[in-house]
């Protein structure tokens, strides 16, 4: 049986640290602060805005709602980015995506500065992600499944790792930065073909193709680190379940993160944290 990663330790190690971290930004006289821009009440967005409270308030970090009517036009949602963006004391920003379909999403993450794009959707963040430059930050997601790696003394250096899914919040990422920690990396996609065949010859897989249970037995070989990033609605069972199926998986893999309390469970942390670091660079 695989070892469980499970993600609540660390989330927990993350803000044991930036508790002290943002204990000494007050003490300098500054408060970190993330604003939170929302339109309309999707379900998913709320989830993860009140998920990013609470890790908040656990930590110290200081949480400006800024939450739009559905029906706000282009115009004021846009002058209202940039007045948030422009406030000085506001070192972080979060901008909950996707936009509605009449506002221009691309026009609004060249708003966003990348030293306050701590969610990485800008593509001075991305750019920052693909030339392992520090600018910007990555997406959470992708940096919460590094962190649980590191956590759990997964080393990718000399690894051969594969990455289902090429997304910009995920795949792509966390593909640039597995290399950058110097592993080989396989990105699969939609049209690769033998997906499985490429699965088993990895040492770690990570699994983000936003599909249920997709990943089975025959993608995992024995002893591999498998992260499964995916979070997919099962209407069989009534619950939130991956894009491995968990059950067959862990019979044959090394170490699994469970969903849910896996690498979701760590998004919110590293929400924050790039929040800190986003404050502690303002004072620079």
Not at 24 to 47: F, H, Q, W
Not at 253 to 260: D, Q
């Amino acid at each position: 049986m695989a070892d469980i990663l499970k993600g609540a330790a660390v989330a927990d190690a993350i803000c044991g640290t930036l508790a002290k971290d943002v204990k000494e930004l007050n003490d300098k006289g500054l408060t970190p602060t993330l604003a939170i821009v929302r339109i309309g009440e999707n379900s998913g967005d709320m989830a993860y805005e009140r998920a990013a409270v609470k890790r908040a308030e656990k930590v110290g970090v200081h949480i400006k709602s800024c939450a739009l009517p559905a029906d706000i036009s282009e115009d004021e949602f846009l002058d209202t980015l940039r007045e948030v963006c422009s406030d000085d004391s506001v070192h972080a920003v979060l901008m909950m995506r996707p936009l509605p379909a009449h506002i221009n999403d691309a026009k609004a993450r060249a708003i966003i500065p990348a030293a306050k794009d701590v969610d990485g959707c800008t593509d001075i963040s991305m750019a920052g992600v693909f030339t392992g430059a520090d600018i910007g930050y990555p997406p959470c997601t992708a940096a919460a499944a590094m962190e649980i790696l590191h956590h759990y003394g997964v080393d990718p250096c000399g690894k051969r790792a594969v990455v289902i899914g090429r997304s910009l919040v995920i795949g792509k990422p966390v593909a640039m930065m597995l290399m950058k920690e110097n592993a080989t990396v396989t990105n699969c996609h939609t049209k690769t073909k033998d997906v499985a065949a490429l699965a088993r010859e990895a040492d770690i897989l990570i699994a983000a193709a936003g599909k249920l249970r997709s990943v089975t037995a025959d993608y995992i070989k024995p002893g591999q680190v498998v992260i499964d990033i995916g979070i997919n609605w099962d209407e069989d069972k009534g619950g939130i379940a991956g894009d491995v199926d968990f059950d067959s998986a862990e019979k044959v893999a090394g170490a699994i993160t469970p969903v849910p309390g896996g690498v979701g469970s760590v998004t919110s942390s590293i929400l924050m944290k790039h929040t800190v670091d986003a404050a502690k660079k303002s004072l620079r």
